[in-house]
C-alpha cells in the first residue's frame, strides 16, 4: 500500500504461482489473483485499498469478484478491448 503523505510502502500478502494439487494444467496469474482476492476481502485492512494491474486483469470475472470482495481497482484495458466498453 502507498500513500502520498507516506514515504513507506506497505506490502500486501502474496499468492503465488505453482501447479495446485490435483490440476492438471500449470497455473496462471489470473488463477492466483483470484485466489488472493478469495483469501483477502477488503474488510481485511483498516484502511481503503485500491487495486492497480495491466491489461492481464482487466477482464470481467477479475472486476466482478475484485467488487464483491469490496476492493477499488484501477487496470490498464487496451485499445482492442475498449469497443466492448463504448
Not at 467488487?67 to 490498464?76: A, K, M, T
Amino acid at each position: 500500500m502507498v500513500s502520498p503523505n507516506r514515504k513507506q510502502v506497505i506490502n500486501l500478502s502474496q499468492e503465488f504461482i505453482k501447479k495446485q494439487d490435483g490440476y492438471q494444467k500449470q497455473d496462471c496469474e489470473n488463477a492466483a489473483v483470484k485466489r488472493w482476492l478469495k483469501k483477502n476481502p477488503s474488510k481485511n485492512y483498516s484502511h481503503p485499498v485500491t487495486l492497480l494491474g495491466d491489461d492481464l486483469y482487466s477482464h470481467q470475472p477479475i472486476c466482478k469478484l475484485a467488487l464483491e470482495q469490496g476492493y477499488n481497482f484501477i487496470f490498464v484495458c487496451l485499445k482492442y478491448f475498449s469497443s466492448n466498453l463504448i
